[in-house]
Each structure stands twice: as structure tokens, then as C-alpha cells.
């Protein structure tokens, strides 16, 4: 499906010009964790590729969650036996939370909830609906219903249109030309289009209102659809939101949009609304489907966006801890009847080996998960940090190949211990390239998103092959989108780059460190820390600053130290603003006096 965009949005930028690296390697922006309309929020990729456009960033990884394309532990019925305590059926997750929500000025009497009678008859749960009545005390549009809100069980509705039908019976008690009922459905974020404004779409599914039944309408990104309803008895209704936005927005590309909300309402202009729902039911399209209607998309949307490398990658995500696919060959996950408790297992013995086996990579997401829960206490931070830490070495990181490091805060943990257990990796010779991530699910600014880290590379091109080449080496460094824009390396004795792990029995190693256009009053600093396998014993971070540099040190692009390697050590750099804030971080590279026990990955060998 082409997508005609009739006007360009005026805040993009051109990219600007490639920089080249000492070996003729470009530097390549990425951001390489991001959630489109096929997840649970409320981004597309029109939004998303808009920012990656606008800030200049050469490549967007789509990593979509796994199981949300699978439609796993999806709600498919709701009988609307309790607004909090329905029980779902077997795999279906837990009940949900209709919230209550009133708009305009209501009459006293106006109200809703769970009745026992009326209910359908086409429910096989007999017994149940939902009761919502809405009067307006001054004939300007006043409504009172129900939200769905799923978040305490993940979610499970929200996921892409494509192909989904839904179902409800729908009894209207008192309808008319001033009052009717609503479904609403609210769709995805997508940017200014044809005269349009920025924004979330949405479709209002009415029976009854000043509509002809048959008919719609559109004002800016609200579409307004008009059922056929029979008052004082039970109608079927279905809808398709996907086939009704291609109808509405036929400029937009209609698989584009996902399921973020749905409303049960009674909206009265000045005459009572009033009426019942009951027996919704979810017909989904999942799978492959998914997954190849993203690739489509790849294609139609680089010819509005032919700055941006559009890679599909994927999130494995059945539960915690979630890990990234990138590489050729992605495919959805058949988990079978694994538990949560065998799931770290099934990854490290069966998902990444096949994954390394297609010659993808995998990426260690949220290490200390996914929430989005204020900072714990500083001891709590340490306590977790050392824990998670103990587990990480004990089973090698599931043997991924990357660690989500650039978080400024995640799952309660600030920067500095995503850095800590990057260190404490690097201590006991865990060869992880650190990268930066966003997890962004709305696309809506990518500079002002809490966490707006990013991962650039020194590579050959923007080739999948390439990207990947340069990650699994460590040539790669991560920063905060916003606040640093340059380049980092690193090179040992004047042959072994950033990410490389050499061995030398020299007690004194030459370092140079690169570093480009860092923050006004900004600093470079080095940072080295002991390579002593000290494994569950010791795990905390070890490293000390031991240079730093400012921009007139660095007005030449490189400084030369040398490094005291009378132990085995590490060493990266780290940009600091005037502030005092970790803006970027250059990957490691390991200074090692005997070979490591494990070995030296080939990609790291010098």
C-alpha cells in the first residue's frame, strides 16, 4: 500500500554530513529499540520515522514485543459480570479495570455500572451488562462511561489493527437525535498529514446521535461512524477500525494504527442517553501476518523517509528478562508450554543459540526491568545492582552479545548502576558491548523522552551486515540524543580499536582517545578499572577516573596516555557536561595480561 503524505512536516531536518572514522568507517546513528503501532502504546512507525528523520538518526531497529504479534494471553471475551473482578477464561490474563469517566455538565441521575438484568441472550454467561445513562444540564455534549484499562494484565488488548473485528451487543434504552451510544476506539499518534494536526486518531462508533446510520464523517483525526440500531432491544454490532480508517484517512496507511483505547460511553446533547452493553468479543489477526505486514510497511515508508535505514529486529518478551533479535531471518518465538520459571532457560539453551546460528545478535533489555518506577534509595540501587550482577555472571548473560547500558533511569535504577553492572560485567573479562536505548512506544519527541539514549557505530555502511559486524566488536558507543551528537574511540598501541581485547605481558600500554564536538565546558574523562575475575565475591564496580580532558585538550581529535598494565584492566571514556552528567559512553577495551578463561570472541581478537 503507497502512502501519499501531502505535505511534509516542517520540523525535519536534513541529516547531516557523514563522518568518517581513522579507518575510512562511518559513523553511524542508531536507534535501536523502538515500539511502533504493533505494541501496546501508542506509536506508529509514521511517528517514529518522522523523529528519526527530524534528529538526524541513519537507522530505526523495529523491535516489536514478540507475543503481543503472537497475540498471547490476549483477552478475547468480556461478559461484564464485574467492572474490577471479571475472571477471563484460561490464558486470557487477569480481569481489567473499567474506569469510570465522565465528560461536560451531567444531570444528577446520570450513571453506569454492572447490572445483573438485561444481558444478552446471545452471552453464554448469563447474568451481566454494562449500564451507562448520560443526560446533559445544558444541552452542550456531556457523556458518562467506561474505560477499558488492562494495564494490570499487560495490556492484552492493545496491539495492531490490522485484521481485528470487534464484537458487542449493544441494547439502546433511550436514543435519538440528541443522544446516542458510543464505542470509541483510539487508535495510534501519528504526525500533522494533509492540514491535519499531530496527534492520536480516533473513530466514535455511534448508534443513535444527529447521524444517518450508514454514513461517517471526519473533523481533523476524529472519524465519526454511524451504526443502524433498533432502541429497546439487543443489536450485534461489529466493527473493522482498520477498514474504517482506510475509509476515512484514505491518505494514510491504515496498518499503521493500533488498539490503544476503547470507551463504552452514553453522550447526550441534551436529550438522555442511555442503554447496555454486553458480550464484547476480539477477533485478531497474529503471527507471521504481523511481522510481514511491518516489512511491507519498511518499504512504502522509506520512499516518505529516505534518510532513515528501516531494520527489523524483534523483542522476545514473553516475560523478564527481555532480550532483543537483531539480524536477518526474524521470526516470531514458539514458546510451546514453556513457564516463566523455564524461561531464562529456554533462552539460553534454545532461543539465542538459534539466533546466533542465523547470525543475528541479541541484546540484554532493561536489565533491571521494565518499569518505569521513580529511583530506588541509593543502598536499594546497590543491593539490586549486586544481585542481578551475581546472576549475570553466574550464567555468562544468557550468552547475549549487547547490554542495554544508556538508561538515565529504568525499572528504578539510575545511569550509574546501568553503568555499574556494565563494569562489573567488564571486570570478570564479560565481553558485552554497551549500548543506548529509548524503548519509545509513542514517537512522539524523541529529545524530550526520559530515556533518549541512542547507540552510533563505526561501520562500513549502513548495511544490516555491517551494523552488525561493528556491534559485535564493540565499535560502538552510546549518548544521550540531545546532549551529544559526536564521536568517541579508542586505540590501544596503535593497532587494537575500541572494543578490542588484547593480551600483553607490557607494563605500560599507549592509549589514545578520540573524542569530537563534546558539550560547551563539557569534559573527556578515562576511566580504567581492574580485570581480576573477582565474580560473585566482589560485584561491585572497580573503576577509577584516571584522565580527564577538555575540549582545548581535545582540539586536535585525539589525546595519547599511556596506561599503567602492571594488573589487567579495562578502559572506556565517558563524557561528562558542565553539569556533571554522564552524557555519553564509549565501549571498552580490555588491556589483559594472560589470556582470558573464557577466550577472546574473534570479532574483539587483536
Given at each position: 500500500?503507497?502512502?501519499?503524505?501531502?505535505?511534509?512536516?516542517?520540523?525535519?531536518?536534513?541529516?547531516?554530513?557523514?563522518?568518517v572514522g581513522a579507518d575510512?568507517?562511518?559513523?553511524?546513528?542508531?536507534?535501536?529499540?523502538?515500539?511502533?503501532?504493533?505494541?501496546?502504546?501508542?506509536?506508529?512507525m509514521d511517528s517514529h520515522l518522522l523523529q528519526a528523520q527530524a534528529n538526524a538518526v541513519d537507522v530505526l531497529w523495529w523491535t516489536e514485543h514478540d507475543y503481543r504479534m503472537s497475540g498471547i494471553g490476549y483477552r478475547d471475551t468480556v461478559h461484564f459480570t464485574s467492572l474490577t473482578a471479571e475472571k477471563p477464561a484460561p490464558g486470557e490474563g487477569g480481569p481489567w479495570q473499567w474506569q469510570l469517566q465522565r465528560a461536560g455538565e451531567l444531570t444528577k441521575t446520570s450513571t453506569g455500572g454492572i447490572v445483573s438484568s438485561p444481558s444478552s441472550p446471545l452471552d453464554p454467561v448469563v447474568g451481566g451488562s454494562l449500564a451507562v445513562s448520560a443526560e446533559s444540564s445544558n444541552h452542550a455534549a456531556a457523556s458518562l462511561g467506561f474505560y477499558a484499562q488492562s494495564q494490570s494484565s499487560d495490556w492484552n488488548y492493545h496491539c495492531s489493527l490490522i485484521g481485528q473485528t470487534l464484537a458487542i451487543e449493544v441494547l439502546p434504552t433511550s436514543i435519538g437525535s440528541s443522544a446516542y451510544l458510543e464505542i470509541l476506539i483510539t487508535s495510534s499518534y501519528h504526525p500533522a498529514n494533509s492540514g491535519r494536526p499531530a496527534g492520536q486518531y480516533s473513530i466514535s462508533y455511534r448508534l443513535g446521535g444527529p447521524g444517518v446510520p450508514g454514513t461517517s464523517s471526519v473533523s481533523g483525526i476524529q472519524g465519526v461512524v454511524n451504526l443502524a440500531a433498533t432502541p429497546s432491544q439487543w443489536n450485534s454490532v461489529a466493527i473493522g477500525p482498520a477498514n474504517d480508517i482506510a475509509a476515512l484517512w484514505p491518505g494514510m496507511d491504515a496498518r499503521d494504527f493500533g488498539l490503544f483505547g476503547i470507551n463504552l460511553n452514553a453522550v447526550s446533547t441534551g436529550a438522555l442517553a442511555s442503554g447496555n452493553f454486553d458480550y464484547l468479543?476480539?477477533?485478531?489477526?497474529?503471527?507471521?501476518?504481523q511481522l510481514t505486514a511491518q516489512q511491507d510497511m519498511e518499504l512504502s515508508y522509506g520512499l516518505l523517509y529516505p534518510d532513515v535505514t528501516q531494520l527489523q529486529g524483534l523483542e522476545i518478551s514473553l516475560t523478564l528478562p527481555h532480550v532483543n533479535w537483531y539480524g536477518a531471518g526474524v521470526a516470531l518465538t514458539d514458546y510451546g508450554t514453556v513457564t516463566t520459571k523455564q524461561y531464562p532457560g529456554f533462552l539460553q539453551t534454545?532461543?539465542?543459540?538459534?539466533?546466533?546460528?542465523?547470525?543475528?545478535?541479541?541484546?540484554?533489555?532493561?536489565?533491571?526491568g521494565a518499569?518505569?518506577?521513580?529511583?530506588?534509595?541509593?543502598?536499594?540501587?546497590n543491593q539490586k545492582m549486586t544481585s542481578l550482577a551475581i546472576s549475570m555472571l553466574g550464567n555468562r548473560a544468557l550468552g547475549v552479545d549487547i547490554l542495554e547500558v544508556g538508561y538515565p533511569l529504568r525499572g528504578g535504577?539510575?545511569?550509574?548502576?546501568?553503568?555499574?553492572?556494565?563494569?562489573?560485567?567488564?571486570?570478570?573479562?564479560?565481553?558485552?558491548?554497551?549500548n543506548g536505548?529509548?524503548?519509545?512506544?509513542?514517537?512522539?519527541?524523541w529529545l524530550r523522552f526520559g530515556n533518549n539514549w541512542f547507540t552510533s557505530v563505526w561501520a562500513a555502511s549502513t548495511a544490516e551486515s555491517d551494523l552488525l559486524s561493528a556491534l559485535v566488536a564493540g565499535r560502538s558507543w552510546c549518548a544521550s540524543l540531545p546532549w551529544f551528537r559526536g564521536s568517541l574511540d579508542l586505540l590501544v598501541d596503535g593497532v587494537a580499536p575500541m572494543g578490542s581485547v588484547t593480551v600483553s605481558s607490557l607494563p605500560t600500554r599507549q592509549l589514545s582517545v578520540i573524542a569530537t564536538d563534546l558539550p560547551t565546558n563539557g569534559t573527556l574523562q578515562v576511566v580504567q578499572g581492574v580485570v581480576d575475575y573477582a565474580g560473585s565475591s566482589a560485584a561491585v564496580p572497580n573503576t577509577a577516573v584516571v584522565a580527564t580532558y577538555s575540549t582545548a585538550d581535545l582540539s586536535g581529535g585525539t589525546v595519547t596516555l599511556p596506561v599503567d598494565t602492571t594488573q589487567s584492566s579495562f578502559v572506556r571514556t565517558q563524557v561528562v557536561d558542565s553539569a556533571g552528567t554522564i552524557v555519553a559512553l564509549s565501549n571498552p577495551a580490555w588491556l589483559l595480561g594472560e589470556a582470558p578463561p573464557n577466550g577472546i570472541p574473534a570479532p574483539r581478537a587483536y
Open positions: 500500500m503507497a502512502v501519499v503524505r501531502a505535505e511534509w512536516p516542517r520540523s525535519v531536518a536534513a541529516a547531516g554530513p557523514k563522518v575510512g568507517s562511518l559513523q553511524v546513528g542508531m536507534a535501536m529499540h523502538i515500539h511502533s503501532s504493533f505494541s501496546e502504546q501508542y506509536g506508529s468479543r476480539f477477533s485478531r489477526s497474529s503471527g507471521e501476518v534454545s532461543v539465542i543459540p538459534a539466533i546466533h546460528a542465523s547470525g543475528g545478535l541479541v541484546s540484554y533489555n532493561h536489565p533491571y518499569s518505569s518506577s521513580p529511583a530506588f534509595s541509593q543502598a536499594l540501587q535504577a539510575d545511569l550509574q548502576h546501568h553503568i555499574g553492572l556494565w563494569d562489573i560485567c567488564s571486570r570478570n573479562a564479560l565481553f558485552l558491548t554497551g536505548a529509548s524503548d519509545d512506544h509513542v514517537g512522539t519527541n
